[in-house]
């Protein structure tokens, strides 16, 4: 079963630096393994007119862009249809939604979300790096106990103080009996 689409919550005694207390969203989910970007890990990267955010311990050669406006998604279908004619299908387009409400950023998203129209509240965040998972290897994990999975919700993602994300979506703590 695929966890596209989903979050991966890290539980309390997941000890990996580069995972710790951090909430995931899986991108991609198949028996080849799995690629998402971990969400709440702030980045410093001059330069840029929004915050950037480490998406995982894996190298990227760019920034990968998420956002919450399905209008930016139509507008980019339009220009296709418009601009390139036959042979364009769906898997051509460079967006796509992710989970309801969270979508797969072009690079013409830097733009719209460095120039938004006056008033205009932006759900959009960019992340540097990815997190990435060879065969078996999260379905081990997740067996061993180190994630929770839970649908993904772009209310959560874009409307979530970061510093917050993970506290919020932590299963709660069960205290341990005394043996006394």
């Not at 007119?49 to 279908?77: N, R």
């Not at 979300?113 to 997190?131: H, K, L, M, N």
């Not at 106990?145 to 932590?170: H, K, M, Y």
Request: glycine residues 12%.
């Amino acid at each position: 079963m695929s966890l596209a689409g989903s979050f991966l919550v890290a539980q309390s005694s997941l000890s990996d630096p580069n995972f710790r207390q951090t909430v995931v969203l899986i991108l991609a989910h198949t028996e080849g393994g799995a690629f998402g970007l971990v969400l709440n890990r702030p980045a410093h990267k001059d330069g840029l007119p929004f915050p950037v955010f480490h998406g995982g311990p894996c190298p990227a050669p760019g920034l990968f862009m998420l956002h919450g406006h399905p209008d930016w998604v139509e507008a980019d279908a339009e220009s296709v249809t418009e601009g390139e004619g036959e042979g364009e299908n769906e898997a051509d387009q460079p967006q796509r939604e992710v989970a309801p409400g969270i979508f797969l950023g072009d690079p013409a998203c830097v733009q719209r979300a460095s120039q938004p129209a006056d008033g205009e509240t932006i759900r959009f965040r960019a992340y540097q790096g990815y997190a990435g998972w060879g065969p078996g290897q999260l379905e081990r994990e997740l067996d061993g106990g180190s994630w929770q999975v839970t649908p993904a919700d772009s209310n959560l993602l874009f409307g979530t103080p970061v510093e917050t994300l993970w506290r919020l979506l932590a299963p709660p703590r069960i205290p341990r009996p005394s043996v006394n």
